[in-house]
């Protein structure tokens, strides 16, 4: 399954074969902090989220009672994860939200939260996490909002296909996180500005950042 980017840098097709990452590992403290405060604020209607990178599927266990839930992943064995739960209303696609596939697929789809954890850790460069943003903004509803994680903006990591072994599964294929590129470490006062490129508002509480628009 290829995937489309609108810069040059060097990118890996995880769809090839069933690369080991969070499927089975438990659910960061960052994601936690994510679904907690979303849950606090006990929305009176059902809402739509798009899940940036579903993980082991924590949060569709969490919110998919109260709301809907859709995913994205570059893990293959994600998304057979999430299948596990058999409902038809929790679809998760193989896209990297750096790539123009992102809005060939959600170009019809509206949702009401965006929850990414890393907005920018895992970024190839700037050109593509802009490109990025403003098609997360394209497709979020008047008063939605993008959530994120405050520890998530503080580090920098790359993903690249290894081999790997252990006793449980002997060799296997895994997406290793290396050392990313430090220019990718999404400040506080970046957040600002591009909160004002897109006309969105910038909140902070506690430990979640939060875009509205």
């Known amino acids: 399954m290829k995937s489309n980017y609108i810069c040059n840098c060097e990118h890996y097709d995880f769809f ?69 739960y058999n409902d038809e209303n929790y679809i998760v696609y193989y896209c990297d939200k750096m790539s123009t596939n ?35 903004v394209k497709v979020l509803n008047n008063n939605g909002i993008i959530i994120s994680n405050k520890n998530g903006m503080n580090w920098v990591k790359k993903l690249k296909p290894t081999i790997s072994f252990n006793f449980k599964y002997l060799f296997h294929h895994k997406m290793r996180e290396i050392d990313g590129n430090i220019e990718n470490i999404f400040s506080i006062d970046e957040a600002g500005k591009i ?6 508002k910038l909140i902070l509480d506690n430990d979640v950042v939060i875009f509205s628009k």
Request: hydrophobic share 35%; glycine share 4%; aromatic share 16%.
């Open 16 to 84: 090839n074969k069933n690369y080991f990452y969070w499927e089975n590992r438990i659910v960061t403290s960052d994601e936690k902090s994510i679904i907690k405060y979303i849950e606090k604020q006990n929305y009176k209607k059902k809402l739509k989220i798009l899940h940036i990178g579903v993980g082991n599927s924590y949060g569709y266990e969490k919110l998919n009672l109260n709301h809907t839930i859709t995913g994205i992943t570059i893990s293959k064995s994600e998304i057979e994860k999430s299948q596990l």
């Open 102 to 136: 992102f809005i060939e697929i959600f170009s019809k789809f509206k949702f009401d939260i965006i929850i990414d954890n890393n907005l920018k850790s895992y970024s190839c460069c700037q050109k593509s996490f802009e490109f990025m943003f403003e098609n997360f």
């Open 195 to 200: 909160s004002n490129k897109f006309s969105l």
